[in-house]
């Protein structure tokens, strides 16, 4: 069996656990993840995620921030304009 085949292989169960296991550093049985597994994990996680999950549902994503810049009380301000910073409400 090559890399792609097992990525294929890989169904949500399994997906599941390869995901508990990186963020707990050990497998179900205890054994702690080898620096090498954690990174193998890691791919497979990131392989499935691209193949089955949307960008807004997979590991890691952040949302992108909207291109518009609030001005003091809500309006949309020029992002060219210089904006003073507020230390305090006084």
Do not use: F
Not at 13 to 35: D, F, M
Not at 77 to 85: K, N, R, S
């Amino acid at each position: 069996m090559n890399y792609q085949q097992l990525l294929e292989s890989i169904d949500p169960t399994i997906y599941q656990n390869l995901k508990r296991a990186v963020e707990l550093g050990k497998w179900p049985n205890g054994q702690v993840l080898s620096q090498a597994q954690r990174e193998t994990c890691m791919q497979a996680i990131i392989a499935y995620e691209m193949k089955h999950l949307s960008p807004e549902a997979r590991t890691g994503y952040v949302p992108p921030k909207s291109h518009t810049h609030c001005g003091g009380e809500g309006e949309v301000a020029d992002h060219q304009e210089e904006q003073p910073l507020k230390w305090s409400d006084q």
